[in-house]
């Protein structure tokens, strides 16, 4: 939890319990549904929740904005980001019904009023999102095919709508074909080790190779 101060200072009181509570919920919820590896729920904080805040680092969401989280597991990155943006629209899909449920659980333990969850395959959703975030669900080439038509053509932010997908190791192969990427390695906002080798991919809608 110190680690989330010490990079988000300004949390306010129910961010703050919100972000406390995570530990509690997600060990309950790992006893009886196996979301989060063993390992990683010892470690929630650094490998999950400032993690996922690390898009937040790169892009900032603005009240009233609508993002996607396309295969969001336990919850990743799409709960910690709504904890860290009230006021911001989340929808966060995914094709397993337990993990959802899981979610589900989290959304209501944290009393999260911007968090809309669907079991689906992400092809099956429509609707139009200012950004679509994830981590660890496919290739981008994939990825990009399944959500290239959600994304709003209107773009409110600074940086055009588009896709910020949390990735590690060498991209160079993998985001050949995307001249348009921009790549944001995460240890330029945060030291720990975990980071050395994590980074948020930005791809601006409208890809053409
Ligand atoms: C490795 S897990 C990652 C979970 C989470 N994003 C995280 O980083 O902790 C991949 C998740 O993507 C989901 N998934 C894979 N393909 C999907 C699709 N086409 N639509 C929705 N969910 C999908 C799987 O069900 C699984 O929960």
Known sequence: MDLILKYFPQLTDIQKNQFHKLQELYEDWNLKINVVSRK???ELYIRHVLHSL???KVQPFLPGSKI??????GGFPGIPLAILYPEVNFHLVDSIGKKIKVVDEVVEGLQLENVKTTNARVEEVS???DFIVSRAVAQMETFVHW????IAKKSIHDRKN????LKG???SEELKVYRNASVFPLNDFFEEDFYETKSVVYLPMKYKG
């Open 127 to 129: 609707g139009k999102y």
């Open 147 to 150: 959500v290239n038509d959600k």
């Open 169 to 171: 190791g060498d991209l």
């Open 54 to 56: 690390g898009i937040a």
């Open 162 to 165: 588009g896709i910020l997908y």
């Open 68 to 73: 996607l989280d396309v295969g969001t597991g």
């Open 40 to 42: 990683d729920i010892d």
